[in-house]
């Protein structure tokens, strides 16, 4: 499991989603950029091991269709970590995961934030065809918890729409 934070600021709650148990969908975060905003979720200590913030957008076209994910160096560069802080630094080598399908990398990182906090976080980079799915996690908990996120029916369907599937 990823260490245990300081709380952080969420946005004003969104409608109901299908999510499942534990995690609340809320508005998307993050200022506009190149991509197109994705979705948000929340989830508490008691159903995540921790209080995390899970961003998640496809970003297609984005990965090379042959390779998918190469290593870590391209899960720091796309998984919109930056959205949350500049300053992300690595705390542990990336691992190869398969959620929903797609086959992609899962990293922890240590966030440093405004005010000289620090908070645990997670990148996950997902290849899809040619397609990149990502999600940044802001908190602890475990990555089971994502991966039930990232892999439950609302998710999957709502990608799988977007990626064309």
């Given at each position: 499991m990823w260490q245990r934070v300081l709380p952080f600021?969420?946005?004003?709650l969104m409608g109901a989603s299908t999510a499942p148990a534990g995690w609340q969908e809320i508005a998307w975060p993050y200022a506009r950029d190149a991509w197109p905003a994705g979705r948000a979720f929340r989830c508490a200590f008691a159903s995540c091991g921790g209080d995390m913030v899970v961003s998640i957008r496809p970003k297609i076209g984005f990965c090379n269709c042959a390779t998918g994910v190469s290593g870590d160096d391209e899960v720091d560069a796309v998984t919109d970590l930056d959205l949350i802080t500049e300053d992300f630094v690595p705390a542990a080598i990336g691992e190869r995961v398969t959620i929903g399908g797609m086959k992609g990398i899962a990293r922890r990182y240590v966030l440093r934030l405004a005010g000289g906090r620090s908070a645990a976080g997670a990148g996950f980079a997902l290849a899809t065809q040619c397609d990149l799915v990502v999600a940044a996690v802001q908190g602890a908990g475990s990555r089971e918890a994502v991966a039930g996120?990232?892999?439950?029916?609302?998710?999957?369907?709502w990608l799988n729409g977007l990626l064309g599937r």
């Amino acid at each position: 499991m990823w260490q245990r934070v300081l709380p952080f600021c969420l946005v004003a709650l969104m409608g109901a989603s299908t999510a499942p148990a534990g995690w609340q969908e809320i508005a998307w975060p993050y200022a506009r950029d190149a991509w197109p905003a994705g979705r948000a979720f929340r989830c508490a200590f008691a159903s995540c091991g921790g209080d995390m913030v899970v961003s998640i957008r496809p970003k297609i076209g984005f990965c090379n269709c042959a390779t998918g994910v190469s290593g870590d160096d391209e899960v720091d560069a796309v998984t919109d970590l930056d959205l949350i802080t500049e300053d992300f630094v690595p705390a542990a080598i990336g691992e190869r995961v398969t959620i929903g399908g797609m086959k992609g990398i899962a990293r922890r990182y240590v966030l440093r934030l405004a005010g000289g906090r620090s908070a645990a976080g997670a990148g996950f980079a997902l290849a899809t065809q040619c397609d990149l799915v990502v999600a940044a996690v802001q908190g602890a908990g475990s990555r089971e918890a994502v991966a039930g996120l990232l892999e439950g029916a609302d998710v999957m369907s709502w990608l799988n729409g977007l990626l064309g599937r």
